[in-house]
């Protein structure tokens, strides 16, 4: 029980294309000066073990080693395939029964769900996999030598299903190197009743590095312009049909990448009173946001301004030929725009 409290004890302190319309959207990529903490690369992970042996096992607690390689899926989840061997000796008091030794080898495929991807990035675990138990010393109260020293028979070796739980942390050192550290539960099913008819029942402590494979993405900016005419009705603030299906998509794309933040402008024309076309241009960049956020985009992580009519691409001068209501509203077209800055971006 000791041993279980504090392998518990233990896991629990570790744990402690953006657009539809091509003729509507443009868009720029710049380096980021934000570099984000999520890394996408592969990435191999050797580590060493200490397990406390199920008592079952009749072995003593021994080390180990394994290796791991895996890759993020997105910011919250890594999967990864992972090996472990350990080696559990006999303890060699003689008074001691049942005793044994164990070679145990495992792998399982593990999926490690990130709380957060910042500067210490806990997780919690959980895999399945399969075992190998190779009882390679069967030392009984039967097989007591002459002078007392247990006498070793061969034993049997099978593979057996096993899960394993857990939590830990991940802590970026650099560029290339992380350092890791984990505590879990191993249930090892024991299907041929190697020591017991029982379960094996192990936790476990691992520590180790992990070393990226490859060069790490470098994040960008990527801004994109709409065109308000594609999105709205002329002097309207809620989206048009085709608006709410380019956003859809917009939403989606954004879904296949890694970003930090999300910044929607509005802007206008200047036909109407500069307080009009403000509030004009704060509605649409919101009704963006608002769409957005319905499909999918983190709240917290978008923000909407609006800009009204002070930053026009068409100027009242360069209009000046426009004979009609009509052919002005069509010169001013460039002005009636949103625009969407997406910082942090690294492809997933």
């Known amino acids: ?55 079952n096992r009749g072995t003593d607690d021994g080390a180990g080693w394994g290796i791991a390689g895996g890759k993020p899926i997105n910011e919250w989840l890594n999967l990864e395939l992972r090996a472990t061997f350990t080696n559990l000796t006999s303890n060699g008091d003689p008074l001691d029964v049942p005793q044994g030794d164990f070679e145990v080898g495992d792998i399982a495929l593990d999926g490690l769900f990130f709380l957060n991807r910042g500067p210490v990035q806990p997780f919690l675990l959980a895999g399945l996999g399969a075992i190998s138990d190779d009882f390679g010393c069967d030392q009984t109260p ?5 002078n007392g020293v247990p006498v070793c028979e061969s034993g049997s070796s099978k593979w057996s299903f096993m899960a394993e739980a857990g939590a830990g942390v991940l802590v970026p050192m650099g560029e290339y190197v992380s350092f890791r550290v984990d505590g879990r ?26 070393i990226p494979i490859g060069t790490r993405s470098a994040p960008v900016t ?12 002329f002097d309207e603030d809620h989206l048009t049909s085709t608006g709410v299906s380019t956003m859809n998509n917009f939403a989606n794309d954004l879904s ?20 009009y076309n403000q509030g004009l241009s704060e509605r649409r960049a919101d009704t963006v946001r608002t769409q957005l956020v319905s499909d999918g985009v983190t709240s917290d992580r978008i923000t909407a301004r609006g800009f009204g009519s002070t930053q026009l691409k068409v ?6 030929q426009a004979t009609s209501r009509a052919a002005l509203i ?10 969407v800055t997406v910082e942090g971006v690294v492809e997933k």
């Open 1 to 55: 029980m000791k041993k279980v409290c504090i392998s518990a004890i233990s896991a629990i302190v570790l744990a402690s294309p953006l657009v539809t319309q091509a003729e509507s959207l443009e868009y720029s990529t710049t380096p980021s000066s934000y570099a984000p903490t999520f890394d996408n690369r592969w990435y191999i992970s050797p580590f060493a073990t200490y397990t406390w042996a199920d008592t």
């Open 256 to 275: 296949q990448v890694s970003y930090n933040s999300v910044q929607v402008d509005g802007h206008t024309d200047p036909i109407g009173s500069d307080a």
């Open 330 to 339: 069509a010169c001013y077209g460039p002005n009636r725009r949103v625009e």
């Open 315 to 320: 100027t009242p001068e360069d209009c000046a």
């Open 142 to 146: 039967t097989n007591i030598g002459a």
């Open 185 to 210: 539960y191993r249930y090892d099913q024991n299907s041929s009743e190697l020591r017991t008819n029982d379960s094996f029942g192990d936790w476990i402590v691992t520590a180790g590095i992990v």
């Open 222 to 233: 990527r801004k994109y312009e709409l065109s308000a005419d594609a999105l709205f009705g």
